[in-house]
């Protein structure tokens, strides 16, 4: 068989039946987003927290119920999805006191302060768990039966999330349940750009043989798929949430598309389809509310290097690739559409940071004197956020050209406005701000070298004290 590539990983949570489609209709979709734990270098909740403000993320899901997380996003209005880790099923399970002490600890210690407004009961368990049907149905009536002792369950709404994958270049026979609602086309494979909502002529569309429903995008195909399973059961009106979806942004040899671009192309997109609130050929204009997976890369994770990079964002905060939103409203910050700022990576060698500094204030011909002790970017006085500056103000200068945030690889695209304070960066329109992270402006332990002293200012231009930065910029090309 062809490779076989886990591009798009969707998982489900069916809502309770106390909620209609008329009520899901009623409002508009979400996007959201799932934080997993498997990083090596977590942020601070703190920092977590700081990130999803600036990219005005409202709905989040953990794979846990993490309490300093959950403490620090008190008073910050974001919904909240907590998880029921699967190694926890079996004592909630098969107890109706340990599921309330888990409720008492998880949910009724931190609300109302902290939304949490869902909870997800184990992941992907019929497939994962053996023989775990019973203990899951026990476990969701327990945590329910919690829920309703604390006058939450109104509030709060109890579900399981079951997963599915799409792989794009051949279906192997576990994912054949799927295929119900598109003709697989010759040998099964599916194009590619089906799978990342690109532009379809009409007749490649899929076109279910039973329904005659016109199908653009997996998305949408195996969404309905599970309303179809459901409707087969004889549940219908029932919503759905998809709680994972996404696309990996690199892989190994014999991942092919686990692309930078490809990921790009299919959460910029998804989160333009779900938020037109258009719904699906089976349910059209039926909010299809969806997490993205994920916020960060889990480096942590086993398995094949695309299990590792399907994060938005690097634990550090910088954005893995821009996402392309335009007309999606103020979702996720880091739209590049109308702003872009050339900043320093902040975690490259202090005297690449320096020479490169030099370079830009000398012969790059940026106006450095903002940097100036006693000016408005003098503070804080690191070669971190001292480069930054003076990186942004020859992006900006060099009309955002191609190659010119580079800086022999010091230096990096990013679409938060790291102005601060009264030191509004060229480019801004004025709106003071922080890099996402904090990271841009935090003063620097690793090196002195930063301190703007090392300048004396002259004729319109910085001059080195440093003869051997001099002599470094020989071997510098920008």
Not at 366 to 372: E, M, W
């Amino acid at each position: 068989m062809d490779m076989l590539l886990m591009l798009l990983l969707m998982s489900f949570s069916i809502l309770p039946l106390s909620v209609s489609s008329s009520a899901a209709a009623s409002g508009d979709a979400f996007i959201g987003i799932n934080i997993g734990p498997d990083v090596s270098n977590m942020p601070s909740p703190k920092d977590i927290v700081a990130l999803l403000k600036a990219q005005s993320i409202q709905h989040i899901r953990l794979f846990d119920a993490n309490q300093a997380l959950l403490l620090a996003l008190a008073k910050t209005g974001i919904s909240v999805t907590i998880s029921v880790p699967n190694d926890q099923l079996l004592g909630i399970g098969q107890s109706n006191a340990t599921a309330a002490n888990w409720v008492n600890r998880n949910v009724i210690a931190h609300v109302p302060a902290t939304n949490i407004t869902s909870i997800a009961v184990g992941s992907d368990v019929l497939t994962t768990l053996a023989n775990a049907a019973p203990v899951l149905v026990s476990a969701l009536k327990f945590i329910q039966s919690a829920l309703v002792a604390a006058n939450l369950d109104q509030k709060i709404k109890v579900s399981t999330p079951y997963s599915s994958s799409i792989i794009v270049g051949s279906f192997p026979p576990s994912q054949a349940n799927f295929n119900r609602t598109w003709n697989q086309q010759s040998d099964g494979r599916i194009p590619l750009d089906y799978a990342l909502f690109r532009q379809l002529p009409p007749n490649k569309e899929a076109v279910d043989s039973n329904t005659l429903l016109h199908y653009t995008n997996v998305f949408d195909a195996v969404v309905d798929a599970a309303y179809f399973a459901m409707s087969d059961l004889n549940f219908t009106n029932i919503p759905i949430v998809v709680t994972e979806t996404g696309w990996p942004s690199k892989g190994d040899s014999s991942e092919p598309d686990a692309t930078v671009d490809n990921a790009n192309t299919y959460n910029s997109n998804l989160i333009k389809h779900v938020l037109n609130n258009t719904g699906t050929p089976k349910h059209p204009g039926i909010a299809v509310s969806t997490y993205i997976y994920e916020l960060y890369n889990e480096d942590l994770r086993s398995g094949p290097e695309s299990e590792k990079n399907w994060g938005l964002f690097y634990a550090n905060g910088e954005p893995v690739y821009t996402l392309h939103l335009t007309g999606a409203g103020t979702l996720f910050a880091n739209d590049t559409t109308n702003q872009t700022f050339c900043v320093t990576k902040s975690n490259d060698d202090p005297k690449m940071l320096q020479a490169a500094l030099d370079w830009a204030c000398g012969p790059g011909k940026v106006d450095c004197s903002p940097l100036l002790q006693g000016q408005p970017c003098y503070e804080p006085n690191n070669v971190v956020a001292h480069a930054a500056y003076a990186f942004n103000a020859y992006y900006q200068k060099m009309a955002k050209s191609a190659g010119t945030c580079d800086f022999k690889g010091v230096a990096t695209i990013t679409t938060t406005d790291p102005s601060h304070g009264s030191c509004i960066f060229p480019g801004s329109n004025g709106k003071n701000g922080t890099r996402i992270n904090g990271t841009l402006l935090a003063p620097s332990n690793s090196s002195s070298s930063g301190c703007f002293s090392q300048y004396y200012y002259k004729g319109g231009s910085f001059t080195s004290s440093l003869i051997l930065v001099v002599l470094f910029l020989s071997a510098l090309v920008m």
